[in-house]
């Protein structure tokens, strides 16, 4: 593809060598002249310069001193993503059942389905159109799969979940499962039942490995455009807003609320029926307190979480620790050595 219809395709404007043909995108280090590379950022502006890029997206003031092949867009990074999808289309797949597939009773599968090698879907489930169901998935009895969704090898999705449309569940996502609950009696854990349900919204995808608990009672709820990283818990009766954002080994106990684009770093635990208010950010490997609220576009960080700035203080005055301890120690001899003199006299 010529460099003119890129930008064309983009809406965009381009300086240098139009004609020049551009077949794949690649990174600024690695990229040859019939790549497409950009550059997002003062750092990747610098590289740029040494890039063997045919073609680079860039910004709106990026100094094109050398007359190259460029593309000016507002956000070469979202622009680069639109790209990809045009340049490296996802691979062709198969419609249909493939014959190993276990089909229940009152199954509905819309029209251009496709039904990977020893998936099994139980009775009354319903797949909407053009949904891809990959190998070895389970969908089980009543639940419901919308339009354009993608499931990847080994996803597991319990009985009466609602999955919406373009959702994409990538390999050993599980859907469903039973929350923890657990009463004690008697001196035994007894099981709470598990009767609620898990609706996902359109436009999720939730990574591999990743798991939404059943509601016990009511529903867990997942937000519109909301993204979840590999290895990421959703516990019972969360409700989770739209486009959130929540990265990998993150774990929300039962009942905790995050509102519409909030950012949830990795490793973040929080605890029973807390809130999340929306914009708010949580550091990476931060503690939240059952109960606790983080206000509205708040950043949080460290275990108990606190404020961002709270947070860097108390660490500037932990890396002073080393040298108040030197200090007392000198100190601790003076006093010492004045004592001495005090006995002497």
């Not at 060598?17 to 750092?43: C, H, P, Q």
């Not at 190259?68 to 198969?94: E, F, K, N, Q, S």
């Not at 009511?218 to 990265?247: P, Q, S, Y």
Request: aromatic share 4%.
């Amino acid at each position: 593809m010529r460099v003119r219809e890129l930008a064309e395709w983009l809406g965009a404007t381009y300086e240098g060598d139009g004609e020049r043909e551009v077949t794949a995108v690649t990174t600024l280090e690695s990229a040859g002249v019939a790549d497409v590379g950009f550059a997002a950022g003062k750092k990747a502006a610098g590289l740029a310069a040494a890039s063997a890029a045919g073609c680079l997206l860039v910004a709106r003031d990026f100094p094109n001193t050398a007359g190259r092949a460029v593309i000016r867009v507002p956000d070469p990074r979202a622009a680069v993503a639109r790209l990809i999808h045009r340049l490296h289309p996802a691979p062709g797949h198969a419609r249909g059942v493939h014959p190993s597939a276990v089909v229940g009773e009152g199954v509905m599968l819309g029209e251009g389905i496709s039904i990977g090698p020893g998936s099994s879907i139980g009775a009354g489930a319903r797949i909407g159109a053009g949904t891809r169901v990959g190998p070895g998935c389970a969908i089980g009895e009543n639940a419901v799969i919308g339009e354009q969704c993608l499931l990847h090898a080994n996803v597991t999705v319990y009985g009466g979940v609602q999955v919406g449309n373009r959702v994409v569940l990538h390999s050993g996502c599980v859907l469903g499962a039973d929350g923890f609950g657990f009463v004690l009696q008697e001196g035994r854990y007894e099981k709470f039942p598990q009767i609620g349900r898990v609706e996902i919204g359109d436009d999720v995808e939730i990574g591999a490995n990743s798991c939404v608990d059943r509601a016990a009672l009511g529903v867990t709820w997942i937000g519109e455009g909301a993204k979840l990283d590999n290895m990421v818990h959703i516990g019972h009766n969360c409700r989770i807003g739209r486009h959130v954002v929540i990265a990998a080994q993150t774990g929300l106990s039962g009942g905790v609320v995050v509102e519409d684009y909030a950012v949830i770093g990795g490793q973040v635990g929080i605890g029973d029926k807390a809130r999340i208010e929306s914009g708010a950010v949580l550091g990476s490997g931060c503690g939240i307190l059952t109960n606790k609220i983080v206000r509205s576009g708040q950043v949080v960080w460290g275990t108990p979480a606190r404020p961002l700035r709270e947070y860097l203080e108390q660490l500037a005055h932990m890396g002073r620790v080393p040298e108040l301890r030197r200090q007392v120690s000198e100190l601790k001899k003076e006093v010492e050595q004045l004592l001495r003199r005090a006995e002497a006299d």
